[in-house]
């Protein structure tokens, strides 16, 4: 998704586009005279700053991001208040009648406080593939931003096919056994068939059948398809099966605990003392058939020795899911894999000699290795990593391609590089994935994706383009990985040398990605909205703001974000919050403050970019606590020259003049690019 950033002030607006993506065919869409005349009555209305990123293809808002007055009273109507707002600022999202063209998905409160509308666009009752907005509210029940996908201009599409649903479904069926007559009486499971609106860009909607096809029977797939309803042409497909080609060892002969069930006379692989779904583990005895049979023995010490590949890769497969789920729980009480304690299913000695592990879409299957590896499911991150694959279909939905694709995969590798952490803490050796079971080594590296044998870029310089691996998802992952080693940690990206100073520590990071994988992405996210997300996320979770410039570094460094990085403070002691008192001093503002508690703040700054006037002589806080700040603090976004910042004046004063300045471009339809 590309986005260019606008910000709205309760004096003015000042509005930026960042460049397209090297290589974009499609021109991107102008802002319109009615879209700046109602981000304008916004501000006026709520008397609150906000600020705008636009979808560069489709021209609506991408992320609206500030605060509202309070709006959601009754935390039951959030539908209904997210369409009001929506209608009152209907020219902003080039939308007609938003109560007629969403549909609610899912709204659930948080352990903040914090109430979460996720909305489906919907086009004569027929969903538009990809396009959702989330709503969210603080604890007072006042917006703070709408993120997300909407397509202006389908309201009048024909929405009756020509084709019928039975014929889409032979139409991927012939596509999927194109070239196997030797597989081509195998049964297949028709996945979720449903009539979409596919949109892309505003000139290329299509009615559209949206379905997956999955075999598990001598044919192992699960492809993903998009079938013209009026044509039968097919849109769009790949390959769902979200893999990973582990680097790794076995499980070295190490001694395992775990817990089974009794069944007749012996013992099963299936742990119910976690959840009612139980922890089931299958051998597919060197089949493609999944899940196998149940494992079980005789005896309590001995199992899975007559396997004739990866003896006791079920054994790993098993003990790796318990921990898992451990993690899951004790971190962030998420009651397994799809929040309801469902089943966590695994099969072990899939296949002959396969290098590949991944998640079907119900289910983990493990190869016992061959020519790259030993049997997978002897890595705790890889279990980890495809687990969590379960986590995202379930909560953001990316879809596997192209940029959601590749952050997809981050995601999965970032808890898997969490999961390890939490099992067996180390600061210097869980930033690389499937270490244990690589006969060449790890196969990805976090704080150098680079430095691996299959080498990813580590910045969107180096962004590859290809379409391939679904458009790159195993590749361009390593981009948000090192954006999460900095933010972790601290460091220097080894491609742009921006140094992130210091990092958030394990335990603030983890809570800033988890929230941002389940509240706060779309089927459609791609690195620059999970950047935001990441953003929201800090705002959430009251982080201080040096923490939140360190989340805004890492994506910067990382070239997601334009920019250069705010001063970055060394880590606060316990009862202080470093250069809080008068916040990091953004654009010059100075101010002092000292809390009523333990800490006391202060910070002085000397940056050359325009500040906000939450920045300027902001109090201290109470015994060095954090809270939220829903004003928008950060420069106008605009990258120039490497090295400068957007805006050279410093104060308020003539932050506002060049407001009303960015102001009566944007009324030209000018819209200045950096």
Known sequence: MRTRTVLLALMGLAGCSSQAPAGGDTAPTPVTEKQVAAFERLGLESGAPWTLSTDAITGAPANLRGRSDVVLADRKKGLETTAAFLDRYRDLYRMRDARSELTLRRERGDALGMHHVRVQQTTRGVPVRGAEMLAHYDAEGRLVEIAGRYVPGLQDLDVNPSVTEDAAVATARAHLFAGRPDVADDPVIVVDPMLVVHAPDLATARLAYHLRLRVAEGHLALNDYTIDAKTGAILDWFDDLESIEATGTGSLGASRKFQVTQQGGGYVLVDTTRSAGGIRTYD????????????????LTSWDQSAPTGRGAAVDAHYHAGIVYDFYKKTFARAGIDGKDGAMISSAHLAQNLDNAFWDGTQMAYGDGGQLFRPLAGSLDVVGHEFTHGVTQNESGLVYQNQPGALNESISDVFGAMIEHFDAPDALKNWQLGEAIGKSGPLRDMKNPGGVSQPQPSHMTQLVRTTQDNGGVHINSGIPNN?????????????????????????????????????????QSDFAAAAKATQRAALDLALSPNEQNIVECAWIATGVLPGTCKTILPPAAPGGDPGNGGGPGNGGGTGTGTGTGTGTGTGTGTGSGPTTGADVGEGGESGGSRRPRFADTSTSGCSQAPGTRAGTGTGLALHLTGLAIALAALRRRNIRRA
């Open 284 to 299: 597919a005895k060197n089949t493609e058939n999944t899940p196998g049979t149940i494992v079980s023995s005789t005896s």
């Open 483 to 523: 954006a999460f080693y900095l933010m972790t940690v601290g460091g220097t990206n080894p491609k742009s040398n921006v140094e992130v100073k210091y990092g958030l520590g394990w335990e603030v990071s983890q809570k800033v990605w988890y929230r941002t994988a389940t509240e706060l992405l779309t089927s």
